[in-house]
Every structure is written in C-alpha cells, then in structure tokens.
C-alpha cells in the first residue's frame, strides 16, 4: 500500500492549483484519469472574471452583486465576497507564472463583456482562456518535476471515509486494471463536473461524476443537484460549445425570421442576459415554432456583421468549430446552434477553506477537501455566472491548498484495511462482469441521456420529470444486467464507460428528484408548472443523503446570506 | 443524403494476445457529417467493445484523441469520415514514434518527456520582484507567442516527424514550439540560454525542414514555422549550431526518402550556418529555385527534377566515402 501525505483527484485548475500550494512542503501526489493537460479545464473558451478594471470602471463589490444576482440568491454570500474579492491577485499570480493574456493598447490584461457581468470582466486568452490556463499550470508542474508525483490514466474508484475521518483512495491504473490503496492523510477531489449525464453537452466524455458519487457512496451528502446550467450556443446536435465571448464580442441571437428575438426577453442585455434566461428564450422559440432549419429545432448565432478580421483575431476557434464540425462559415453564414448541458453547479458541501461536511449541521469529514466544479460551496447557486468557474477553480483550489499545510502536519495516515477496501473495489467491478448480458451499455447510456436532455433539460415540470423517475429507476435495474465484454486488463476502456455509466445513473437520480421536489423556478431550474421564484420555502439548498438501500433522503440547509436581500433577477 | 457504407481498417493489438499489430475491418453504415471519432465510438458501441482509443473533450482541444488516419496523424474528433474514405476504406492506425500499448493507445512518456528538454516554463528575471498588477505586455508581443500556445500537446507531429523516425534522442517539434513560446515571450529573462541550449545537439538544427509537422499539427502551432523563427533568432545572436554535416545528412534525407526540397532551408546558407558550401553548388535545381523566389511558402513540394537530385545526392555520398 502507497501512501501520501495528501492524495488529489483531479489535475485540471483546481487540482493543479492546489498542488502547486503543496509541492515542495508535503509529500503530494494527483492521481488523474486524463493526462493533466486533457482535463476540461482546457476546454474553456471565453474567460476568467476578475475586476481588474482595465477596460472599463469596476470594483469587487459590483462583481460581488453580480455575482448574488446570477446565482438567483442561492449562492453563500460569504464565499462569493472570498472569489471576488481574490479574484484580482489570482489573475495577476497566473500572469506572473506565464499565462498568455490578450491585452489591451495599455499593455495590460484585456477584459470583455460576458453575461450577467455588469462591466468588462473576463479577463482571456483570445477564445482560448481554459487552455492558456491549464498549460500554464502545466508547464509549472514540470518545474516541480520529480517532487510532485502525478499518476496520469489512473481511476479513482473508492474514497474512504471512515468513522468521519477520510483515510485515502481506492485507484486502478488504466494501463494494468491493477487496483491498489493510496493511503493519505488528506485527500482532495478536484474532480470536476457531470454534465455528461445529458444528450447535448459541452461537457469532455470524462466528466461522469467520478468524485461526486465516490463521495456520496462513501457517505458524504451531495448539495444542489439538481441545479446544472444550461449553455445557450451549443453546436446544434453536437453541443460542442461556441463561447458566450461571441456574443461578448457582438454577436447577435436571431430566430427563423431574422429576428433578435432577446429583444422580448431581456431588452436591456440582449444576446448578454444571463445563460439560464437566454437558454430558455432559445427553448421558448423553437418550442412556438420560430426555430430555423427543416426541423425548426435550432436558433442561429449570427456573427457575420463582426467581419472576417475580428472573427478572425477574437474568436478563431469558434469559426473553426463551426467549419470542421457543421461546414459552416461563420464568416458568411449564421451558425445552427441550440442549447447544451454545460456547468454542474451542484456537488460535494464544502465551507471556505473546502473542507467537506458530512451533515447539514456543519460537522467535517476529517482531511477530505473539495475543490472547483466537483464541489459545492456555494459561488454559484442556482446558476453560475460564465468566468466565475474558472475562477473558483483557481482560487479555491488554492485555498484548499493552503488549507491542508495548515492541518495535515497534524493529522497521521488512519489506518486502512487494505484487503478489505481491494474487496470492495473488486466486487464493484465484478458486478459488473456478473450480468446476464441481456443489456447493454451504450444503449442503457444513450437512454440516460436522452431522458435527462428532454425530461429534465430547460425547461422542466412533474408531467416530465416523474416519467424520468421512473425511467431511471428502470435503467437501474437494466444496468444490473449488463456484462462488460472487454475481458482484458490493458487500457479497457468498455469497463471504465461501465464503471463510468454507474455513476451517471447514481447521480441522475438526484438532479431529477432534487427538481421534482424543489417546486419553485431558481436560476438553472426553471418549472413550468412552477414558474417563479419562492424565497419563502426554498431559498435553501438541498441535501441528498445516501441511505442503507441505495436510496436517498432529501434535506435541506439554509442559505448564508451577508449584505444583499434577495429581490427580483430582471435584466 | 443516404448513408453510405465505409470500411474501416484499423490496427490492434492487444499486448496480452498479439505478438505484433494487425489489421481488422469493420463495416460501418455511416450517416453524413460524422467524425472519425464518432465513427469509432459506433464500433466500439455496435462492433468491438474492446477497442482501445483515447479521447475527452470532442471538440479538438484536449489533445487525446491523435492517431493516424491513412497513415498520417491527426485529431479523429475534428475529421470529417467522408473526408478521407478512399475507394470505401479509412485506414486507422495509433500515432508514430511512440510505442504502441494498446490498439490506438501509445505509450506518451518520451513526448512528456521531451518537453522536459527545453524549460517549458516561464523563467522571469529572478533579480526583479514581480509587479503587484500584471507586468505589461503589448498586444503585439502577446501576438508574437500567440501561435505556440495554441500547442495542445497531441503529439500528432511528435508522431510523423521524420527526424524522430531516425533519431530518438531530436528534442522534437512539439518541444520546439513550447520553446517558441518562451525564447519569444517578452516576459523570460532567459531568451541567451535557451537559444544557445536549444542550438545544441538534438536541438533546434537537427530539423531538416521536412515540414510534415506543421501540415499535420491540428492547431495555429506549426512548429516549422517556429522552429524557422527560432533559427533566425538563433543565428541573429550568433548561436549557428555546429550540425553542419548533421544537415547536408538531413538534407540528403529528406530529398532522397520523399523526393521533397524544401525552399526555407536554402537561404540560410547566406547567413552562413550552412557550412559546407561544396555543396550548393552541385544542387543546380535548389539554386535555381532559390533565385526565383525571394520568400518561399512555407510548406515543402515536391522537386520536378527528383531523380536529378536524388543522382546529385548519390555522387556526393560517394565523394564523402
Ligand atoms: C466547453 C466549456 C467551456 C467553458 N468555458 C468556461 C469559461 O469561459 N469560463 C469559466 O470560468 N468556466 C468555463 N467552463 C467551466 C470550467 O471550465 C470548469 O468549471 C472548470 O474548468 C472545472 O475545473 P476543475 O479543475 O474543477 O475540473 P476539470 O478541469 O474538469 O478536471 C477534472 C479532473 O478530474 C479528473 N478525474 C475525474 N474523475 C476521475 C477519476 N475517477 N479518477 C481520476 N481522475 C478523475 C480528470 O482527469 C481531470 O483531471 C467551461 C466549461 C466547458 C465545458
Ligand atoms: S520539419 Fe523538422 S521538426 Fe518538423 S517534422 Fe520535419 S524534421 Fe521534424
Ligand atoms: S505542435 Fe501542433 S501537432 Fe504538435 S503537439 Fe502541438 S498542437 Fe499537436
Ligand atoms: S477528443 Fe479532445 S482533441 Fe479530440
């Protein structure tokens, strides 16, 4: 059995970030299952909030609000001033490290508009933010080459979680399917989100959960499921993500007619309200038949008054998506786009510092962290803000990190039973040899998907989404039947998919059941049979406990509110 | 439009039953629009669960899912099937250079590696605290490093570099973009030593400019054109290199196995680097094409007269003897 003093899940900003705190002062490893340079942090296009100020006046308070609002009131207060008000120092730090930022005629960090940002904030990288991000973060972890341990292709299958007190993981290297125990004094998930759950998603083929459901399984409770936001420029049918900077950058929402139709739902920010509104608005068109394209079941993403250079210089990649996956130029022609799965706002509870609770009454797991998409703080609410993420990613993984110098000098390895945890890991695997193969994975999948995108997508009410409890519950016991047909032991990705698929259905049931019971509309969760905002019963977030028969249990926990009274989200 | 009907032949190998890769077809009914990688993922689905590929993101920025289609290396998830179906087929194999562990999988460990070769990070002067704010860059500066941070490290020219293919120890394309990405940022304070390391041995002369990675490098990288601006760089500040005969064998190389001259490499000579004039001057078609164009493309094409060179090219190997 190896041990560390700290073992972290997850080499994207978050992990990356908070190894960095600990390199060099602890004895660190992360343990990935994409080389770190393919985490999804690298996906992310337009930008990284901070109010720097550069472009235009601002200041933390209003990035705060904004921040507030976004979030439909949801959000913890007191974390939302801890990410804007580091925001600043974490931009400049990554500047320091060798970040290659856009810039202004000033020469400093430029920044553009994004939705539900009230002054240029997002600091980028041309359309390239994430990546520019992750590879220098990357780059740093060559510098610590040979002090910072990196398992990459390694699965983390089972957290441990012991008597309150977190004792390590359970990981299988891809290369060999050999399973083994890292002991740890602290363990941090950096593991990103789920999105993966859903037909049409932007979301890397790895976010299945992974973290999110180890956690849950071992015992930790899981916060806001049911809250995942919805993308309004997702490449029609393949929900690959054109970023919001196209809009940022001027671009214009029209319908089949031409029509900018945000002109009736947020006329002051147009094609810039807020994701969960403007998502909606798209749905709203298609849906009354004011969709374009022979089935009518797209919206358009018009970009051509923005000229061939500025498409060109600002958002490169967005014209090569459109051109390599849909043929289409952007340049001459608007670009099919429609809703996509895209930010995960629920996950594993942490407080400020990313220690996980155990309860909803504030008690810790002893030495388990969370950080970035995979956790819960909450900074965003009922509906993240577009830049927000990418920060948090790096502020809190650095928090995390600082965090664990500060308490793992005091904490010993716990004692693990190995034999016994390799059993575990073991059965859960064997379970999955052990069906009569009448089912199968990719199609159970692909129903999953279908079901969450139609049943519990944009726009959501009990008429869909009890059908989808049912649905679920019925994929469940098919997925008992399914036999993993790759025998091998090298690189066996039919196991890992089915490794995987048991977590989205895990977590799926959460976000449906979560929002079926949450009878108000908030940010992200928008009812149709509920559809205004119900501060009275539900401003507060929902708990999903694990129970003995692998069932849940839904509780709840009041929101942290500071300085700003909840009132009316209009844009 | 109707479906069609493709063939895919794609190499496995599995260490735990294989003693050597072979060759498996699998008829696919295909929909149009679909992505090589969509493609496979059908088989996997539909065919052979058991066929091992890596990919994330989908979307042509995770760098997973390079492998070679007809036999050259590119991003499966941003290939159109119906761009390079030949007479019904679509050849799939796993990237060049590197091992292969599983099916399409390689072992990636010596591209990781050889990032290691060249400091890929930034290295600021160390006798000046940084500034509170950021430090200042112009856009034009950023714009200069713009290209090479594109690099999502896929390995795709790591894969199909023919310097590689002969000399395990080349630092490699990728790698020289990533010390593009410093030598050129207005923010190191270490451009003197990693021009003059990168000038060493291995390094950034051990290219023959065959260009194959930059045709294939999937982003706004393409390390020939840095590995250009490194040279130019280099040599400006006086670090030439002592490959010389290193050269004249690459050059030999790329003009006897593929029958391609590449124009960039001839106008160095007037800077000097390229020392052994003998030899320009028994490769009349170079010359002449030198002469013609001031600032040749930047891709390499193919020589009319090969045969005329490749004879040139045999004469000299003889006079070396
Ligand atoms: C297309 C797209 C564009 C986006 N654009 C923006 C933007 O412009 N601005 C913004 O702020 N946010 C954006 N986001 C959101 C943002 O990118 C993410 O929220 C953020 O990068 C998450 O970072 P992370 O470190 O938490 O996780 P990730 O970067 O997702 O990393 C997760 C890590 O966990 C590892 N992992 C997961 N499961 C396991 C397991 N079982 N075993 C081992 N390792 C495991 C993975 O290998 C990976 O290294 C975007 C998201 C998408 C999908
Ligand atoms: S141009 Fe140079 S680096 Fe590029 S593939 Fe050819 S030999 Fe390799
Ligand atoms: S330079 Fe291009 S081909 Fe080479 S690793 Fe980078 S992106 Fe891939
Ligand atoms: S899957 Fe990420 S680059 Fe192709």
Do not use: F
């Given at each position: 059995m190896n041990s560390h003093d700290v073992v972290i899940v997850g080499s994207g900003l978050a992990g990356l970030r908070a190894a960095m705190e600990l390199v060099g002062h602890l004895d660190v490893a992360v343990v990935t299952k994409v080389y770190p340079s393919r985490s999804h942090s690298g996906a992310a296009q337009g930008g990284v909030a901070a109010s720097l100020g550069n472009v235009d006046d601002d200041s933390v308070e209003a990035h705060i609000y904004d921040t507030v609002k976004g979030a439909d009131y949801l959000g913890d207060q007191d974390s939302i001033e801890i990410l804007c008000g580091d925001a600043p120092r974490t931009i400049y730090e990554m500047e320091h490290l060798g970040c290659a930022f856009s810039r202004t005629e000033e020469n400093k960090i430029n920044q553009r508009a994004f939705g539900g940002h009230s002054a240029q904030r997002a600091c980028f990288s041309a359309d390239r933010t994430g990546h520019a991000l992750l590879h220098t973060l990357f780059e740093q972890s060559y510098k610590q080459r040979g002090k910072l341990q990196i398992y990459s292709e390694w699965h983390m299958n089972r957290l441990i979680v012991e008597d309150g007190v977190c004792r390590g993981v359970v990981v299988m290297d891809i290369r060999t399917s050999k399973l083994e125990v890292l002991q740890a004094k602290a363990v941090l998930f950096a593991s990103g989100g789920y999105g993966q759950a859903f037909k049409i998603t932007s979301n890397a083929a790895a976010n299945t959960g992974d973290g999110i459901v180890a956690a849950y399984r071992a015992g930790v409770p899981l916060q806001d499921m049911e809250f995942v936001q919805f993308h309004p420029t997702g490449l029609y049918q393949h929900g690959i993500l054109l970023t919001e900077g196209a809009r940022g950058e001027g671009g214009y929402l029209i319908n089949e007619d031409g029509d900018r139709f945000m002109s009736k739902y947020a006329p002051s920010k147009m094609e810039l309200g807020p994701r969960d509104i403007v998502s909606r608005s798209e749905q709203t068109e298609i849906n009354e038949g004011r969709g374009a394209g022979p089935n009518k079941d797209y919206v358009l993403l018009d970009l051509r008054h923005l000229g061939r250079a500025k498409i060109m210089e600002r958002l490169p990649q967005v014209f090569h998506l459109a051109q390599d996956f849909i043929g289409v130029d952007c340049i001459e022609k608007p670009v099919p786009i429609q809703p996509t799965a895209h930010y995960s706002m629920g996950g594993i509870p942490a407080d400020n510092d990313c220690q996980v609770y155990l309860d909803d009454k504030g008690a810790h797991v002893t030495g388990f962290f969370a950080a970035g998409e995979?956790?819960?703080?909450?900074?965003?609410?009922a509906n993240r803000l577009g830049t927000n993420s990418l920060l948090e990613a790096l502020v809190f993984g650095r928090r995390a990190g600082k965090k664990m110098l500060d308490v793992v000098p005091g904490l010993q390895l716990a004692p693990v039973d190995e034999e016994r945890e390799l059993a575990a890991a073991r059965r859960e695997i064997d379970e999955l040899y052990a069906g009569d193969g009448t089912e199968d994975i990719s199609v159970i999948r692909e129903e999953l998907k279908q079901t969450m995108t139609l049943q519990a997508g944009v726009y959501r009410d009990a008429s869909r989404m009890e059908p989808a409890q049912t649905k679920l519950d019925q994929l469940r016991k098919r997925f008992a039947k399914v036999c993993v047909k790759d025998q091998g032991k090298s690189f066996n990705f039919n196991l890992l998919e089915a490794l995987e698929l048991s977590n989205m259905l895990e977590y799926s049931e959460l976000i449906v059941d979560g929002g079926l019971a949450r009878q108000e509309s908030r940010g992200a969760h928008f009812r149709t049979d509920y559809p205004t905002r119900d501060d009275e019963n539900w401003m507060k977030h929902t708990m999903a406990f694990r129970t003995e028969d692998g069932g849940h249990e839904l509780r709840y926990k009041p929101v942290k509110v500071t300085r700003f009274e909840p009132e009316e989200r209009k844009y | 439009m109707a479906s069609s009907k493709v063939t895919f032949r794609i190499q496995r190998f599995d260490p735990e039953k294989d003693e050597a890769p072979r060759d498996q077809d699998f008829q696919l009914e295909l929909e149009p629009g679909i992505t090589i990688l969509k493609a496979l993922n059908k088989i996997q689905a539909e065919l052979d669960p058991t066929l091992a590929l890596r990919y994330s993101c989908?979307?042509?920025?995770?760098?997973?899912?390079a492998m070679k289609v007809n036999g050259h290396a590119r991003?499966?998830?941003?290939?159109?099937?119906s761009d390079c179906v030949k007479d019904g087929v679509l050849r799939v194999g796993p990237m060049g250079n590197l091992r292969v562990l599983k099916d399409l999988v390689v072992d990636m460990e010596p591209f990781w590696d050889s990032l290691d070769k060249v400091k890929p990070y930034l290295a600021p002067d160390p006798a000046q605290a940084a500034p509170e704010k950021e430090r200042l860059q112009s856009p034009e500066e950023f714009l200069r490093i713009d290209p090479s941070t594109t690099c999502i490290l896929c390995g795709a020219c790591y894969s199909d570099c023919n310097v590689l293919e002969v000399d395990k120890s080349f630092v490699g394309p990728a790698s020289l973009a990533k010390a593009h990405r410093f030598i050129f940022d207005s923010r190191d304070a270490e451009t003197t030593e990693r021009l003059r390391k990168i000038s060493e041995k291995t390094g950034v002369w051990d290219c023959t400019h065959c260009g194959e990675c930059s045709t294939r490098c999937p982003t706004e990288a393409k390390p020939l054109e840095r590995i250009e601006e490194i040279r130019v760089k280099a040599m400006t500040e006086g670090h030439h290199g002592n490959a010389g005969a290193r050269h004249v064998l690459g050059f030999r190389e790329t003009v006897g196995r593929r029958g391609l001259l590449d124009e960039?490499?001839?106008?160095?000579r007037s800077v000097g680097f390229f020392n052994i004039p003998g030899l320009l001057s028994i490769i009349p078609v170079g010359l002449r094409m030198m002469k013609r164009r001031k600032n040749p493309p930047l891709r390499p094409h193919s020589i009319d007269k090969v045969d005329e060179v490749k004879k040139t090219f045999a004469r000299f190997e003889e006079l070396r003897k």
């Open positions: 995979c956790s819960c703080i909450s900074v965003h609410g | 989908g979307s042509a920025i995770c760098g997973s899912c991003l499966v998830c941003k290939t159109q099937v960039n490499y001839l106008p160095a």
